[in-house]
Every structure is written in structure tokens, then in C-alpha cells.
């Protein structure tokens, strides 16, 4: 397929449509914070032949909701409807397949939550950033920080598995954690969570 040719224009936002194909469930209260915080930085998709958008429907509801009357799209021409969905499907769909380089992610997060603004306009919060770290640095199973057992974070979370996590002074949890280490040697357990897991059990 050569380039497509598309056409970019300012237009009335009411002479575009979104597409009552796109079965995508965008956030748009989430795309309207990023429309708030930096405007309109990338063009939505239309099809010239019907007015329908095949790129940027919820960056349409989103401008739309916040009373926006003009939005950038860029135009192109498709042959019929059918490629017109292939398009709107195409463009879902790589969207889903999308995945993020997570160390990269938490260094360029910390970056920005250390300038003044901190994560405004990042769609990220605190929170988001806490979860991205806990999920690099502790593995299930072991809750010591920087060790490299049990899986890895990809695993951890495509598993029906989940972290309890407890909170201890700096030399109480150094205490436990080798009482730990002792009980999973005497059991051949390999992780700690086998270990309390076995002690509960034993409990009368």
C-alpha cells in the first residue's frame, strides 16, 4: 500500500461524526484531562467519503464534552465501507498490542513527579507510579526488596496470584525475614510465602 495522501484541516466539529462501528470503550474522561492540560496535539482520522471517524472517536466525545467547536482532523479517502473498518479496526487493535519498556517508564515518571508540576497532565498519578514500582522491585512470594525470586512482573500479574503485604520496623522485619530463610531451609520451601503459608496451616 502507498502513502495515503491526508489532508489536514481545522474544521466545525459537527461536520465529522463518530463511527457507529467503533466498539472501542474509550476513557474519555481521561482524554479530556490531557485535552484540557495540552490541547489538540495529533489530528483525529476521517474517512472524506462518509464523515465518519476511524481514528480518534473519543478524542471527538472528549472535545465535544467540553464544548469545543472546532477540532483538527486529518482527511483521507477510502474506497468503501469495508476498508473503512478495516482501518478503524487496524487502528484498535494496535493500539491494544502496545506495551510499555516499565523500567524506562518509572525513570521517566520519577523525572517528571520531581519538577514542580509533578505528574499533572500525565494521566499518571502517584499511585500509578507506586504500582509500577512495587511490581519492578518485589517479587511474589518475597516481599525483600531487589531479590530475583519468584516471577517476574509480567507473570505476576497474568497469574491469579496476589501480594500481602505487612508492614514492619527496619529490625523486625530483618528478624523475620531471616527466621524466614531458616524455615523454608528446614522444609526445602523455596519462597516465603510457602513458608507462612505452611505455618497457618500448622496452626491449631
Not at 472546532?70 to 469495508?82: R, V
Not at 496470584?161 to 524466614?180: G, Q
Not at 531458616?182 to 520451601?189: A, Q, R
Request: hydrophobic residues 35%.
Amino acid at each position: 500500500m502507498a502513502q495515503r495522501e491526508i489532508e489536514h484541516l481545522i474544521v466545525d466539529i459537527d461536520s465529522v461524526k463518530p463511527h457507529e462501528k467503533n466498539v472501542r470503550q474509550g476513557d474519555v474522561g481521561a482524554i479530556s484531562e490531557s485535552l484540557k492540560a495540552h490541547g489538540q496535539y495529533r489530528p483525529i482520522v476521517v474517512d472524506r467519503r462518509t464523515k465518519k471517524i476511524l481514528a480518534g472517536n473519543h478524542t471527538w466525545k472528549a472535545a465535544k464534552a467540553l464544548g469545543w467547536q472546532q477540532i483538527t482532523a486529518g482527511f483521507i479517502e477510502t474506497k468503501d465501507d469495508n476498508e473503512a473498518l478495516r482501518i478503524l479496526l487496524a487502528d484498535n487493535k494496535a493500539n491494544d498490542l502496545a506495551t510499555y519498556d516499565e523500567a524506562e517508564l518509572i525513570d521517566l515518571l520519577k523525572q517528571i513527579a520531581d519538577t514542580s508540576e509533578g505528574l499533572l497532565g500525565t494521566l499518571f498519578d502517584g499511585d500509578d507510579l507506586d504500582d509500577l514500582v512495587f511490581a519492578s522491585e518485589y517479587t511474589h512470594g518475597n516481599t525483600q526488596q531487589g531479590t530475583e525470586a519468584g516471577a517476574d512482573t509480567e507473570e505476576y500479574f497474568n497469574k491469579g496470584i496476589r501480594s500481602l503485604i505487612l508492614i514492619f520496623e527496619e529490625d523486625v522485619h530483618t528478624e523475620i525475614t531471616e527466621k524466614l530463610k531458616i524455615i523454608c531451609e528446614k522444609l526445602s520451601i523455596d519462597n516465603h510465602s510457602e513458608a507462612i503459608k505452611y505455618l497457618i496451616e500448622s496452626w491449631n
